[in-house]
Nanobody, 122 residues
Framework: QVQLVESGGGLVQAGGSLRLSCAAS????????MGWFRQAPGKEREFVAR????????YYTDSVKGRITISRDNAKNTVYLQMNSLKPEDTGVYYC???????????????WGQGTQVTVSS
């Protein structure tokens, strides 16, 4: 069992930056691949980024490449999402999730946080 709690969301102007954090409980954090997803109003939840168990491999959706970086600190049981050059289309609720699989599909993630709101104004 893994419990995930996101933080760091907020309101920011276009071009600004935010750093999201996701703190995990339990001793098994390092055994999970981690992902970040987002959901805009009226839209389906979409994949943003993922990182493998030891932080050596990452993958991003095309729309965020070069602007967003995922990282993790297994000693702190935390995964991060550094978001720069934010755009209004980045607005949504951001969720972190844990998976035993290397996947971008939400259905393959075993545990989810409650989400944190990110709003980018134009």
């Amino acid at each position: 069992q893994v419990q995930l709690v996101e933080s760091g969301g907020g309101l920011v102007q276009a071009g600004g930056s935010l750093r999201l954090s996701c703190a995990a409980s339990g001793r098994t954090f390092s055994t999970y691949n981690m992902g970040w997803f987002r959901q805009a109003p009226g839209k389906e939840r979409e994949f943003v980024a993922r990182i493998n168990r030891i932080g050596s491999n990452t993958y991003y959706t095309d729309s965020v490449k070069g602007r967003i970086t995922i990282s993790r600190d297994n000693a702190k049981n935390t995964v991060y999402l550094q978001m720069n050059s934010l755009k209004p289309e980045d607005t949504g609720v951001y969720y972190c999730a844990a998976s035993t699989a290397w996947t971008i599909l939400p259905r393959d993630y075993n545990y989810w946080g409650q989400g944190t709101q990110v709003t980018v104004s134009s």
